[in-house]
């Protein structure tokens, strides 16, 4: 699959960050730059990197040379641009680079050479080469300001601005569209909604609604339905999870309707499989999913099994190649350490998605409160869960023969293409309880700390670790009588926000501010 699969319609291609519409907020890091001495050299290195970063590799803006009024041929702006932008460390010029806000240095996202330059000289901040916008590696994400803003919107549309030599303008064309139609083998009706609609509330099925949203948006679960890879599927349909969403898929990409859909079919089958599912209470979404994935694997395995009758049974156990675990199945390593002799024991378990834990609001120790925790960043919950942590429990050591104290640390091994992330905010103890603190979260994330780093298979670090956010859920109201919503990145790379039936396209802001319960992130550059 092609990098500019992930996102078709993604005006700046599958391999580049954030469209170009995004502002994004200032952080406390970049205002205090701006307000101290260095103002001035920032504000020209930014300008620099602006103009670096506009000789872009999106082929639907063309560069006319100002001396003859000829077109410049697209492969002559990419050389000259790869010249231009390099790793310093390791000479990687595809992907993304970040050019540093304060000096010369430019370094690479892949292989995390952009992120050592801010550790060891303190310069937190880098543009994008794709498209201007700055991050900032102390908040991991993208950061803006006022003035900034100004600066880089004046280079997009000055079109006088001279760019090496060269003018910028854009020139129309459709030709992508046309493509995009063709490529969808059930060749939907030009009016029809592509994707989004929402779905009627029947009576507390929120919690469906919103899992569904989020697998109707997964470029790899709306690949393999919308190829009608479920077709061949001969049972009958209203026992059939998969056939139920295959429906949806036709109704949600193929029709010109876009008032709100009745999953009626599906909840009658999900219904037939999972009798607790009846009844008008609020289910967990999370359950939800992890059923809905379950039924998709089972479905697909019968699928495959009838076409290849002689494939052995094995390779299936090993490496599941249904869709389900295709997307999300990645390998989650727990070493337990004996304290006497070091002796390290590991075990490997297979995830499909990561449930972290999360600070509570009003938490007491030995009896005492301690200061409500309001906010934390999804990396403080990456990185508590793979942090060595000591069992409350005795261990007998095989090795040294001791009954004694041993430490747990949790890697990931196998990171899967779609990263699915539950943040646990319900507890069923002896009563029910919801956690409100609110946990921000980057809208791209770099797995590379909280991955298990082979010394014995180092290439593995080379492969692309970039994760880049495309759909929320989110609970609104207490433990069993909340409402689910969703937010979801469209193919053109809006945001939108789905209420029951309800679309509404939304900012970044909004997204960016949402306490999120279920957060799935997808691999950034596909084609590495
Ligand atoms: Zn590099
Ligand atoms: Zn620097
Ligand atoms: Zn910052
Ligand atoms: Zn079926
Ligand atoms: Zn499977
Ligand atoms: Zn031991």
Redesign the pocket.
């Known amino acids: 699959m092609s990098s500019k699969k992930i996102f078709p319609g993604d005006s700046t291609n599958g391999s580049s960050g954030p469209p170009d519409y995004v502002t994004f907020k200032p952080c406390a890091h970049i205002q205090q730059v701006l307000a101290s001495q260095a103002r001035d050299t920032v504000l020209r290195n930014y300008s620099l990197g602006l103009k670096v970063s506009l000789l872009s590799s999106n082929k639907e803006v063309s560069y006319k040379n100002l001396e003859n009024g000829t077109i410049v041929d697209h492969k002559k702006i990419l050389k000259l641009r790869s010249k231009l932008l390099k790793c310093k460390s390791c000479s990687n010029n595809c992907g993304l680079l970040f050019m540093c806000l304060q000096c010369s240095n430019i370094g690479c996202f892949k292989r995390n050479h952009a992120f050592n330059h801010a550790k060891s000289a303190g310069h937190v901040f880098g543009i994008e080469s794709n498209n201007g916008h700055l991050y900032c590696f102390r908040c991991g994400d993208y950061v803006s300001d006022p003035k900034l803003e100004e600066v880089r919107i004046a280079h997009i549309n000055n079109s006088n601005n001279n760019v090496q030599g060269l003018q910028v303008y854009p020139i129309e064309t459709d030709k992508k569209k046309k493509a995009l139609i063709l490529s969808d083998s059930r060749a939907p009706s030009l009016r029809a909604s592509r994707g989004l609609r929402g779905f009627v509330n029947m009576g507390s099925t929120c919690f469906m609604s919103v899992i569904l949203q989020t697998l109707i948006h997964n470029p790899f679960i709306r690949d393999y339905y919308l190829s009608g890879k479920h077709l061949g599927c001969d049972k009958e349909p209203l026992s059939c999870i998969p056939c139920c969403i295959d429906d949806i898929f036709a109704a949600f990409y193929t029709m010109d309707e876009n008032k709100g859909f009745g999953p009626t079919a599906l909840l009658t089958a999900a219904w037939k499989v999972k009798r607790s599912l009846a009844g008008y209470t609020e289910q967990d979404a999370h359950e939800f999913w992890q059923f809905l994935l379950d039924e998709?694997?089972?479905a697909?395995?019968l699928l495959l099994e009838n076409k290849t009758e002689q494939n052995n049974q094995k390779k299936?156990e090993n490496d599941?190649?249904?869709?389900?675990?295709?997307t999300f199945?990645g390998e989650l390593q727990s070493s337990i350490t004996c304290s006497k002799c070091r002796k390290v024991t590991t075990t490997i378990d297979p995830m499909l998605d990561l449930s972290l834990e999360i600070l509570q609001q009003n938490r007491k120790v030995a009896g005492k409160s301690l200061p409500p925790i309001r906010q934390m960043n999804l990396l403080d919950c990456l990185k508590r869960f793979t942090t060595p942590e000591k069992l409350d429990v005795l261990y007998n050591c095989s090795t040294c023969g001791h009954k004694t104290m041993v430490y747990k640390q949790l890697k990931i091994k196998k990171l899967p293409p779609v990263l699915g992330i539950q943040l646990k905010r319900f507890e069923h103890l002896s009563t029910s309880a919801k956690i409100e603190t609110h946990v921000t979260f980057p809208l791209m994330l770099n797995m590379y700390d909280y991955i298990l780093h082979d010394h014995d298979h180092l290439d593995k670090i080379e492969t692309d670790l970039t994760y880049e956010l495309f759909a929320l859920v989110c609970h609104i109201g207490s433990v069993n009588t909340g409402h689910y919503v969703c937010l979801v990145k469209n193919r053109d790379g809006n945001w939108f926000k789905f209420d029951d039936s309800k679309v509404t396209l939304v900012s970044i802001d909004e997204v960016t501010s949402t306490k999120a319960y279920l957060l799935y992130y997808i691999i950034h550059d596909l084609s590495s």
């Open positions: 998709m694997h089972k697909d395995i299936i599941c190649p249904c869709i389900t675990h295709r199945s």
